[in-house]
């Protein structure tokens, strides 16, 4: 179980997350939607500390971080717990698929570089990179590139997966292969946050959706209920802005 | 006119026996200077209280002041002050000197080149959970290198160069046997310009070279040459 309590993150006087509670079961997938600047891919980067929420608590599968003190110990606890893919890809440039999904492991595993490697090329494959294992990402469309970013994720059998708008950087016909990846880590009964604006991931994939706006969560429930019945003005105008976008 | 073409040749095999303390000179002060700037770009990184203003003291006054005077201030000023300098020898002054100067502006190409490598390099490596150091050896060190090595590799060719001023302390080297061999035959522009073409040889060779190592760290951030 995940259980966020309380979770406050200012820069300075800016308050970008005014107090977000969320709790969300082993295996679902939850989808944060929302306005850009609501903070949902700030909440995102203090699940695993790549902010520093000042105020809270965060618990991933029994460990449970008081954000007002902690150590470098429950950092790594925590990112143990989690993986991360990012918006732009966040490969690393100098190093092959191969080894940006192996490496990790060997690093952080305590695994030979052989087994990393065998581990590395397997999970390649489960994303469709058979082939490529050895191009660097500067050879690599943008939706193979994301698939690298989930394998490397997955290669660390992390207890969720954390998505920041895993989409938005990529062409409209490269964001089908990605999302597809996504859709099998879902079968695989992975725990995955995903912030995203594709809401026909959103709204066909996710066991619940999550709608924050100005630094807290407005509204939550199944995606059926928010987006055909939301309860919220908010969530009520975001929707009809965005359904008038694609239209 | 005088040319006399045949004793400029035969100056060659004479000038070039001082090829490797050219080298030695150049080469350890090239190495001093990388671990110099590395350690000064750290320290400007990150603001170390105390050493960063004093620091920034010494890198105004390796850039500001003129090479030969910070040869002749450490080999003949230094020890004024502190007499154990005085038995510091020539060469020793040289390096010195051009390790800290070419260290200073070598901080600069360091630092440049770790604000060139993408913030989210490191969040990446800090996501699967790679310690700190971990994060520098494997990911952000390689990158930061590969930036450095074109502006890096023409202060090597300039500290091989600026190595011709040491023998205004009394050091023999190329410049120096030059200098005699003109002051002897009185055919100065055949002394010069021998010891000027092999000095241009040199840069020649180690540009041929530097284009070679770029473009072998090049290679994982080249389209063409990958199927």
């Given at each position: 179980?995940i259980?966020?309590t309380?979770?406050h993150?200012?820069y300075?006087s800016?308050?970008?997350l005014?107090?977000?509670?969320?709790?969300?079961a082993e295996?679902?997938?939850?989808?944060?939607?929302?306005?850009?600047?609501?903070?949902?891919?700030?909440?995102?980067?203090?699940?695993?500390?790549?902010?520093?929420?000042?105020?809270g608590t965060?618990?991933?599968?029994?460990?449970?971080?008081?954000?007002?003190?902690?150590?470098k110990k429950?950092?790594?606890?925590?990112r143990?717990?989690?993986?991360?893919?990012?918006?732009n890809?966040?490969?690393?440039?100098?190093k092959?698929?191969?080894?940006?999904v192996?490496?990790?492991?060997?690093?952080t595993?305590?695994?030979?570089?052989?087994?990393?490697?065998?581990l590395?090329?397997?999970?390649?494959?489960?994303?469709?990179l058979?082939?490529?294992e050895?191009?660097?990402?500067?050879?690599?469309s943008?939706?193979q590139?994301?698939?690298?970013?989930?394998?490397?994720?997955?290669?660390?059998?992390?207890?969720?997966?954390?998505?920041?708008?895993?989409?938005?950087?990529?062409?409209?016909?490269?964001?089908?292969?990605?999302?597809?990846?996504?859709?099998?880590?879902?079968?695989?009964?992975?725990t995955m946050i995903?912030?995203?604006?594709?809401?026909?991931?959103?709204?066909?994939?996710a066991?619940?959706?999550?709608?924050?706006?100005d630094?807290?969560?407005?509204?939550?429930?199944?995606p059926k209920?928010?987006?055909?019945?939301?309860?919220?003005?908010?969530?009520?105008k975001?929707?009809?802005?965005?359904?008038?976008k694609?239209? | 006119?005088?040319?006399?073409f045949?004793?400029?040749?035969s100056?060659?095999?004479?000038?070039i026996?001082?090829?490797p303390i050219?080298?030695y000179?150049g080469?350890?002060?090239?190495?001093?200077?990388?671990?110099?700037?590395?350690?000064?770009?750290?320290?400007?990184?990150?603001?170390?209280?105390?050493?960063?203003p004093?620091l920034?003291?010494?890198?105004?006054?390796?850039r500001?002041?003129?090479t030969l005077?910070?040869?002749f201030?450490?080999?003949?000023?230094?020890p004024?002050i502190f007499?154990?300098?005085?038995?510091?020898?020539?060469?020793?002054?040289?390096?010195?000197?051009l390790s800290?100067?070419?260290g200073?502006?070598?901080?600069?190409?360091?630092?440049?080149?770790?604000?060139?490598?993408?913030?989210?390099?490191?969040?990446?490596?800090?996501?699967?959970?790679?310690?700190?150091?971990?994060?520098?050896?494997?990911v952000i060190?390689?990158?930061?290198v590969?930036?450095s090595i074109?502006p890096a590799?023409n202060?090597?060719?300039m500290?091989?160069?600026d190595?011709?001023?040491?023998?205004?302390?009394?050091?023999?080297?190329?410049?120096?046997r030059?200098?005699?061999?003109?002051?002897?035959s009185?055919?100065?522009?055949?002394?010069?310009l021998?010891?000027?073409?092999?000095?241009?040889?040199?840069?020649?060779?180690?540009?041929?070279?530097?284009?070679?190592?770029?473009?072998?760290?090049?290679?994982?951030?080249?389209?063409?040459e990958?199927k």
């Open positions: 179980m259980k966020i309380n979770l993150k200012s300075g800016t308050v970008v005014k107090g977000i509670d969320l709790e969300i295996g679902e997938v939850v989808a944060i939607i929302g306005p850009s600047g609501s903070g949902k891919s700030t909440f995102l980067r203090c699940i695993n500390f790549l902010e520093e929420a000042q105020v965060i618990e991933i599968d029994g460990i449970k971080v008081d954000l007002e003190n902690y150590t429950h950092v790594s606890d925590i143990k717990k989690t993986g991360m893919v990012f918006q890809y966040g490969l690393f440039k100098n092959n698929a191969l080894h940006n192996s490496e990790p492991v060997r690093l595993r305590n695994t030979s570089r052989q087994e990393a490697e065998q590395a090329y397997k999970i390649l494959a489960n994303v469709g058979q082939g490529k050895h191009n660097y990402p500067v050879a690599l943008g939706g590139q994301q698939r690298v970013g989930i394998a490397r994720a997955l290669a660390l059998d992390p207890y969720v997966i954390l998505f920041d708008e895993p989409t938005s950087s990529l062409d409209p016909e490269l964001v089908e292969e990605v999302l597809n990846v996504m859709k099998s880590v879902i079968n695989s009964k992975r995903v912030v995203t604006h594709e809401m026909d991931f959103a709204q066909s994939v066991d619940r959706v999550v709608f924050m706006a630094g807290v969560i407005i509204e939550q429930g199944a209920d928010i987006f055909q019945n939301p309860q919220n003005e908010r969530t009520q975001f929707l009809r802005s965005y359904l008038h694609s239209k | 006119m005088k040319f006399d045949e004793y400029m040749l100056l060659f095999p004479e000038i026996k001082f090829l050219v080298l000179i080469t350890l002060s090239f190495l001093l200077a990388i671990v110099i700037g590395f350690v000064f770009s750290i320290i400007i990184k990150n603001k170390v209280k105390i050493l960063y004093i920034k003291v010494i890198i105004s006054y390796s500001g002041v003129p005077i910070q040869i201030i450490l080999y003949f000023g230094v004024q007499p154990s300098f005085s038995s510091m020898n020539a060469i020793t002054a040289v390096i010195i000197a800290l100067r070419n200073a502006y070598l901080s600069e190409v360091f630092r440049s080149a770790f604000l060139a490598v993408d913030k989210e390099q490191y969040e990446a490596c800090l996501s699967v959970n790679m310690t700190k150091w971990q994060a520098l050896r494997t060190l390689p990158q930061v590969r930036i074109p590799g202060y090597y060719i500290i091989i160069k190595t011709s001023l040491a023998f205004t302390i009394g050091v023999i080297d190329m410049m120096a030059a200098k005699l061999e003109a002051a002897v009185y055919k100065f522009l055949e002394a010069y021998m010891v000027g073409i092999i000095y241009w040889m040199i840069s020649i060779v180690l540009s041929f070279l530097q284009s070679k190592l770029e473009h072998a760290v090049e290679k994982p951030y080249r389209k063409e990958l």
